[in-house]
């Protein structure tokens, strides 16, 4: 095993607590349009955790998760500096394939976006473009992933229905399924419930618990609240830097930095 | 004050309303008039005969119009089977892949495209479609052929439904959310899975209604294709053979030779025809679209 140094920030200097890194991030910049949007992030994301992203609007929280699955390569005008090493190889490298590290990464938008096909092929897309042709495997998979999300009892008599005929909350655990029918490693969600009821809400969330005995999770949310129930450690961004990072409790209810104590109190959003 | 804003509101309500009925009975009133000077043709034939005998000698007494369908289907479906593919791969390039300023370059050249009038891409077809063919492409197979040719018409009338295409699907294509992309993206999928699997499936109602948009106006072209498709009155048998499209007939001869009976009338019965045609061809896509949008929202 490596041994991680302690990350410097500008305002503070906190001890990484880790020691067994699944994702680490090495003097990351992004600039959009000549926009720095993110600044020099120094970052050890741990094994089997769950880890929110929090910080105000435009501070370049779901920019960051992009950057983790190479999502941002796609924004117009983007230039990015510095590595992320995922199991210690860096996905910005030059021999790195980008196909090969998004199947790394399932990643849980916005609102649920089912592909325009049949609550099956949804979730054999994944398998299917990877190479998985045989009809008992792929059903093997769907099965399995469906149950894995608590949605097979909901849709088994109709898989082959659109997905577009499933509720909101529905969807958005097909698209949890889908994302791990890829037998990804690391789960990255971007405000994945906030288009959904509490109910809903609460299904994910504990989903997204349950998962990070096999997973590493990294979610985005806006939501202290959920921050605090889900999570293990916080990420505190603010105008594209790490302010600070540690166990959710620490940077909740005992915050070093000035910024975050604002943040965390609700005097800035 | 507030009476006559009541007023103008009602005024405005009704007039619209007139307009939008004056410029419906214009095409009824087409379909009725061309049905009305059809009578005499009728009196004279049965309509089944007259559309399925292959013999068009109005000297003669004969009238049968298969020739005509025939051609106007043949130069319409090659000029589809060209222009779908490369249209459909034209707009996947620039939205997908195309730099912004090559997309910004491309598409007002398509416009420009558009507005070349039509008898220039008759020139363009004469001087340069009909030697291609003649010379190049029909050795190829072994055919000798003069060149005009439905497939001339096809290749012609492809080259002039191109813009319409390319625009409606850019305008498909670009309404697509990227979070549905990135979705497949993040999968692992390239971008060409991505777009065979989900943009192109997610398009398709667009991408269909733009395909019905520019074959109803390429059912129509009249001028460019009459110029290159030989305007023999015969069923072609192969896309090297002249073909005769409606539009052609009725451009090339009405006007000349009304001495000769029922011609008038005949002439009347072919643009009923395309009426017809057009009309029945609008429909059926219609029925093909609600069902194509059904499937993805049901």
């Known amino acids: 095993m490596h041994t991680y140094p302690s990350i410097e920030t500008k305002e503070s200097s906190i001890i990484n607590p880790l020691t067994d890194p699944h994702i680490e991030i090495k003097d990351l910049n992004v600039y959009i349009d000549g926009r720095h949007i993110l600044k020099n992030i120094n970052l050890a994301l741990p094994n089997n955790s769950v880890t929110s992203i929090i910080g105000p609007s435009g501070c370049g929280k779901t920019t960051l998760l992009k950057t983790l699955n190479r999502l941002v390569d796609d924004t117009k005008g983007v230039e990015i500096t510095g590595s992320v090493l995922v199991n210690g190889e860096d996905i910005y490298g030059k021999n790195a394939e980008v196909t090969h590290i998004r199947k790394k990464m399932g990643l849980l938008s916005q609102k649920p976006y089912p592909l325009p096909m049949s609550i099956y092929d949804n979730v054999a897309y994944g398998p299917r473009i990877h190479g998985t042709r045989s009809k008992k495997e792929l059903d093997k998979i769907v099965e399995k992933q469906l149950r894995n999300v608590a949605l097979w009892d909901e849709v088994k008599d109709r898989l082959g229905h659109s997905a577009s005929g499933l509720s909101i909350g529905q969807q958005q655990r097909l698209c949890l399924a889908r994302g791990l029918a890829v037998e990804p490693e690391i789960i990255l969600g971007d405000e994945s419930t906030s288009a959904l009821d509490p109910l809903s809400t609460a299904k994910i969330e504990e989903l997204l618990i349950e998962l990070k005995k096999d997973y590493t999770i990294v979610l985005v949310t806006h939501i202290l609240r959920q921050a605090r129930r889900v999570s293990d450690y916080i990420l505190f961004v603010y105008g594209g830097e790490v302010l600070e990072f540690g166990p959710t409790e620490q940077v909740l209810l005992n915050p070093q930095n000035e910024i975050t104590k604002q943040y965390v109190k609700g005097f800035i959003s | ?298």
């Open chain 2, 1 to 298: 004050m507030l009476n006559t804003r009541l007023v103008k509101d009602a005024l405005v309500k009704r007039s619209t309303l007139l307009l939008l009925l004056i410029s419906l009975s214009v095409v009824v009133i087409i379909a009725v008039g061309l049905t009305i000077k059809s009578i005499p043709l009728f009196e004279y034939s049965n309509i089944f005969q007259l559309l399925t005998d292959k013999v068009w000698s109005p000297m003669k007494g004969s009238f049968g119009f298969l020739p005509f369908i025939a051609g106007t289907l043949a130069v319409t479906l090659i000029s589809l089977a060209i222009a779908i593919p490369l249209c459909v791969l034209t707009a996947v390039y620039l939205t997908e892949y195309a730099s912004d300023a090559l997309k910004n370059m491309m598409l007002p050249l398509v416009n420009i495209l558009a507005a070349i009038p039509p008898v220039l891409y008759g020139v363009w077809g004469v001087l340069f479609i009909v030697p291609l063919i003649q010379l190049y492409i029909a050795p190829i197979f072994g055919v000798v052929t003069s060149g005009y040719s439905v497939l001339a018409g096809g290749i012609v009338l492809a080259v002039m439904i191109f813009p319409i295409m390319i625009s409606i699907m850019v305008e498909v294509l670009q309404t697509i959310p990227y979070e549905l992309k990135a979705a497949s993206l993040s999968l692992g999928a390239t971008k060409w899975d991505t777009i065979k699997h989900v943009i192109l499936k997610k398009a398709r109602p667009g991408i269909v209604a733009a395909i019905v948009l520019s074959t109803s106006r390429a059912f129509g072209e009249t001028i460019a294709v009459l110029m290159v498709c030989g305007n023999v009155a015969k069923v072609p048998a192969s896309i090297f053979d002249a073909g005769y499209p409606i539009p052609a007939l009725i451009a090339n001869n009405f006007g000349e030779m009304m001495s000769i009976p029922l011609y008038e009338s005949a002439l009347m019965f072919s643009a009923l025809l395309l009426f017809v045609i057009i009309f029945v061809f609008n429909l059926i896509s219609r029925l093909i679209l609600r069902r194509l949008e059904g499937d993805q929202h049901g």
